[in-house]
């Protein structure tokens, strides 16, 4: 099946600061959505965005299908912005999401 | 806007018990998934349902079950329950035929002890 690696695993920034956080996936996809998961347990839409540029408030993301990858940018961060943040992929083959293990953000006052 | 609902949030089983969580899609969705959700771990797909039928299977134990009624909600259906089965349990739905994204629902977190 489709690999989808994400990096870094973790990071710690202060509030304020920005941050681009990285998918890369090892087949062509039909779907790649970003999620963000909040300290109750929530999957949060952030982007569904199998190619191009999508820009929502403080984040913006970036997918580049022909050289398999995604980018989420988050500007300015808030301490609210504290969570796991998931880039998930559908395979050209079916529906399924396959998930990347996810990039712990945590923002100090 | 609605959102995909699911119950109950939180449900605690005995080993060896029988567990059944429900899924309600957003209205007019036609496709429902299962993931499940270790602690500390991805999301890991289990099963889907198209217009009411299987239409895709991941690792979903054979202890579990699945089906989708005819007004479209979803029911897994959990027998035998072992400690490993402790997990945050979502269902999504989308349309195929627009932007396929996949909604989530809230999740139902169960313990087994």
């Known amino acids: 099946g489709i690999q989808v690696e994400q990096s870094p695993p973790d990071l710690i920034l202060q509030e304020g600061a920005n941050s681009t956080l990285r998918c890369n996936f090892s087949?062509?996809?039909?779907?790649l959505q970003w999620f963000h998961q909040n300290p109750w347990g929530q999957l949060i839409n952030l982007f569904y965005?199998?190619?191009g540029t999508k820009q929502n408030g403080r984040l913006s993301a970036t997918t580049v299908a022909t050289e398999r990858y995604s980018l989420l940018y988050i500007s300015s961060s808030q301490t609210t912005d504290s969570g796991v943040y998931f880039c998930?992929?559908?395979?050209?083959?079916?529906?399924?999401?396959?998930f990347g293990e996810g990039t712990q953000l945590t923002v100090n006052p | 806007a609605a959102g995909v609902i699911q119950s109950p949030r939180h449900l605690i089983k005995e080993k060896r018990e029988t567990a059944t969580l429900k899924c309600y899609p957003i209205?007019?969705?036609?496709?429902v998934y299962w993931y499940q959700q270790g602690p500390g771990q991805d999301p890991q797909f289990l099963i889907s349902f198209y217009e009411k039928m299987q239409s895709d299977k991941g690792s979903i134990p054979d202890r579990f079950s699945a089906q989708q009624f005819s007004d479209y909600h979803s029911e897994l259906n959990m027998s035998s329950l072992e400690l490993g089965d402790s997990a945050l349990y979502f269902c999504?739905?989308?349309?195929?035929?627009?932007?396929?994204?996949?909604?989530f629902g809230p999740g139902t977190r169960l313990l087994v002890l």
């Open positions: 209205p007019r969705h036609d496709t």
């Open positions: 998930a992929v559908e395979e050209t083959s079916g529906s399924r999401l396959t």
């Open positions: 087949d062509s996809v039909n779907n």
């Open positions: 965005i199998p190619s």
């Open positions: 999504a739905s989308s349309l195929t035929s627009g932007e396929e994204t996949q909604y």
